[in-house]
C-alpha cells in the first residue's frame, strides 16, 4: 500500500516561505507523476505543482515563478518549495502521486499565510 505523508507545513507572514516536502513509502521511480495540489475553504481542490517520472515539471499560473517542485530520490521525497508567499495561498497542501491507474493522497498539510 503507497503511504504519502507531508510535512512542513505552519503560520508565515506574508512575503515569507515555506518548504513541504511529501515522503512516499517506496521508491518514486514507481510513480508517473507526483504533484502538490491545495484546497482553500470554501474552494475546489486545485493543483499547483507537478513533476513527471522524467523530471519535467508544471506550474499553476498563481504560484508560477514563486514556487518550485523538486525530488530528491535518495530520499523518496518530492518537495514543494514556496517563497513569496501570499495570503491567498492559505490552504490545506495534499500531495498527490500517480501510478498506472491509481491516484494516491496524502492526508494534507495546513499553510496559512497572514497578512
Known amino acids: 500500500q503507497v503511504q504519502l505523508v507531508e510535512s512542513g507545513g505552519g503560520l508565515v507572514q506574508a512575503g515569507g516561505s515555506l518548504r513541504l516536502s511529501c515522503a512516499a513509502s517506496?521508491?518514486?521511480?514507481?510513480?508517473?507523476?507526483m504533484g502538490w495540489y491545495r484546497q482553500a475553504p470554501g474552494k475546489q481542490r486545485e493543483v499547483i505543482a507537478d513533476i513527471s517520472d522524467i523530471g519535467s515539471t508544471n506550474y499553476a499560473n498563481s504560484v508560477k515563478g514563486r514556487f518550485t517542485i523538486s525530488r530528491d530520490i535518495a530520499r523518496n521525497t518530492v518537495n514543494l518549495q514556496m517563497n513569496s508567499l501570499k495570503p491567498e495561498d492559505t490552504a490545506v497542501y495534499y500531495c498527490?502521486?500517480?501510478?498506472?491507474?491509481?491516484?494516491?493522497w496524502g492526508q494534507g498539510t495546513q499553510v496559512t499565510v497572514s497578512s
Open positions: 517506496g521508491s518514486i521511480f514507481n510513480f508517473n507523476a
Open positions: 498527490n502521486a500517480v501510478q498506472q491507474f491509481s491516484t494516491y
